[in-house]
């Protein structure tokens, strides 16, 4: 008889998800894909057993602590071949994809488990899941950011070991910094008046949020989108016009609101706003 066991929590936007199972085959294929409605990646961390991933034409031989990220919106076959344990994270397409330079390349190329990115993605996914019981929604958006942009630089830096990772030391000071972001995103922040909260100097600033794989005009352009996009889908906020959450979420120019919001979400805010309600 066939037996499997799931423990699944929810961090904001990405499912983490622990699961025991006996050996089997997962299959998706292009009818479907077109049955979706809606697409997520899926970071396979294996923990005991073997899998055998296929995309794009290319299978990847995963073993215990290495891991394989899986696109739902090309076709994927998972071969599980005898009882197995993994965690698989379940992430929003639209949150990941703009982060990843070249998808296809980490749809089919496992990070070992002995790398140092590898090991850090593991840290702190145990990071959000032990903090998901006293953490408030903005912590765990923060961390789950830090999370996401982790994973895409894995995805830049595959088999080079030597990329720089943030200490803790920087780390919970990041995780500080973009807290404070979170908050005051929709007010006129520069990385002067930023660094000036902190007491660090701006030089330092941008050295940290290098370390984690982006830059603080990127992460916080990236925050008020994300908050664009919550007011876009919102209820409440149902009657406010583009340009109203243009300018409740930091920006002070439509044109570049639109723009930036397509870059990132692959539609204009307004036609988003139809698609997804």
């Not at 972001?181 to 930023?194: E, R």
């Amino acid at each position: 008889m066939f037996q499997a066991e799931l423990v699944a929590h929810q961090a904001g936007d990405i499912g983490i998800n622990h699961v025991r199972s006996d050996e089997h085959v997962a299959h998706l294929n292009q009818s479907g894909i077109s049955r979706l409605s809606d697409y997520h990646f899926y970071l396979l961390i294996q923990k005991s057993g073997q899998l055998f991933s296929t995309q794009h034409g290319v299978e990847s031989h995963i073993l215990p602590g290495d891991s394989i990220l899986v696109d739902s919106f090309y076709p994927f076959k998972l071969n599980f071949p005898n009882k197995f344990e993994c965690i698989s994270i379940k992430i929003p397409r639209i949150l990941l994809f703009p982060k990843l330079a070249d998808v296809k390349r980490i749809c089919t190329s496992k990070m070992r488990g002995s790398s140092h990115l590898s090991q850090a993605i593991f840290h702190y996914m145990h990071y959000i899941l032990n903090g998901l019981a006293n953490d408030s929604p903005e912590v765990i958006s923060t961390k789950t950011e830090m999370f996401l942009n982790l994973i895409a630089t894995s995805g830049s830096s595959l088999n080079q070991e030597n990329h720089s990772i943030l200490s803790p030391l920087n780390a919970q000071k990041l995780m500080r910094i973009k807290k404070f972001v979170y908050q005051n995103f929709d007010s006129d922040l520069t990385p002067i008046i930023v660094a000036h909260q902190f007491n660090i100097s701006v030089n330092y600033l941008h050295k940290i949020f290098a370390q984690d794989g982006t830059t603080f005009g990127e992460h916080l352009r990236k925050t008020r989108l994300t908050n664009a996009r919550k007011l876009l889908l919102s209820t409440e906020s149902y009657n406010l016009t583009i340009l109203e959450i243009a300018f409740q979420t930091g920006f002070k120019d439509l044109s570049h609101f639109n723009k930036a919001f397509k870059q990132m979400f692959g539609l204009p805010p307004g036609k988003y706003r139809k698609l997804m309600r």
